[in-house]
C-alpha cells in the first residue's frame, strides 16, 4: 500500500512538472530540449514519460527547440537588449572614407 502511494505522489509531481513546460510552451510557443533536461534529468531513464511529454507538447502546438546552455539568460529583456546592441554596432561601423 505505502509502495502505490509513492507511485503516485511521484506520477503527481512529474505531472505538475510537465504542466509547467506545456503552460510555459504556450506561452512562447516553444520549449527547449535544456530546459526539459532541467525538470528531469535522468528523463532517459523514462522514455514512456518523454514520449507523453512530447505527444503532448504535439497536441498543444509546442515546439521542442536546442537551446543555448543552461545558465544563458532567455529573458526577454536580455533578448532585447542584445538586439540593440547589435544594431547600434551594426550603425557605429560606417566609415565615411571607406565610402568612396
Known amino acids: 500500500m505505502t509502495r ?11 505531472d505538475t512538472k510537465v504542466e509547467a513546460l506545456i503552460t510555459l510552451g504556450r506561452e ?4 527547449t530540449y535544456d530546459e526539459i533536461l532541467r525538470e528531469f534529468p535522468t528523463i532517459e531513464d ?3 514519460l518523454l514520449e ?7 497536441t498543444a502546438g509546442i ?4 537551446g543555448g546552455g543552461m545558465l544563458e539568460d532567455t ?16 550603425d557605429a561601423g560606417f566609415d565615411s572614407v571607406q565610402m568612396y
Open 75 to 90: 529573458s526577454a529583456d536580455t533578448v532585447l537588449e542584445k538586439k540593440k546592441l547589435q544594431h547600434r554596432r551594426a
Open 28 to 31: 512562447r510557443g516553444y520549449v
Open 4 to 14: 502505490g502511494k509513492r507511485a503516485k505522489g511521484g506520477r503527481g509531481k512529474q
Open 63 to 66: 515546439d521542442i527547440l536546442e
Open 46 to 48: 523514462n522514455v514512456l
Open 52 to 58: 507523453e511529454m512530447y505527444e503532448r507538447f504535439s
